[in-house]
């Protein structure tokens, strides 16, 4: 990768990643994943959170290194953006997964049970239907809904045309419906 006297440079490394060199992984997790990990730290405030989306920021480099464009920034920004992207989106997902303060269910409010069961019931049949779908999809489909990315968006973080995208989506979400149309709904 380098003579042995002198540390790789981050795109030398990227440029060993892109050929499949788990060393060149390694050096980078070693150079920055305790400042990716800080970094997601200070918008998520937990640790074991922001060591997660250090990883993923490392594992979308690894799979995404010959794809790094050096006029666009270094490969620190490059690294630095994905981390931001991915605490962020984490951060949204968590906060929507919270209920807002004073949204608590009264007494008076219950929910039917029937209409629980037939819920738990369509939860089932489309975590099912998510299962099948293939890889390409259900990624496209996860980014969509969970990461709050528009389409666009997923195109560019997936180096991806946004017709490819887009087909992906419409694929899984006619997938999920047919599903669903089988219980009348």
Known sequence: MGRPDREPSDRLL????AKGDSEGLRVLNARYG??????????LGDESDAEEVAADVLWQAWRDANSYDSSRGSVAAWLATIA??????????????QAPPGQGVHPEHAPD????VDEAQRAT?????????DANERSVLELAYFSDLSQSEIAERLAMP???????????????????AGRGE
Do not use: C, N, Q, W
């Open 34 to 43: 305790r400042r990716l990990a800080a970094m997601a730290y200070r918008f």
């Open 113 to 116: 049970p029937i209409t629980v």
């Open 162 to 180: 946004l017709g490819t995208v887009k087909t992906r989506v419409r694929t899984a979400m006619t997938k999920l419906r047919e599903a669903l």
């Open 14 to 17: 990227l440029g060993a990643m």
């Open 84 to 97: 931001r992207s991915r605490a962020l989106d984490r951060l949204r997902a968590r906060k929507a997964r």
């Open 125 to 133: 049949i489309v975590r099912d239907v998510i299962g099948r779908l």
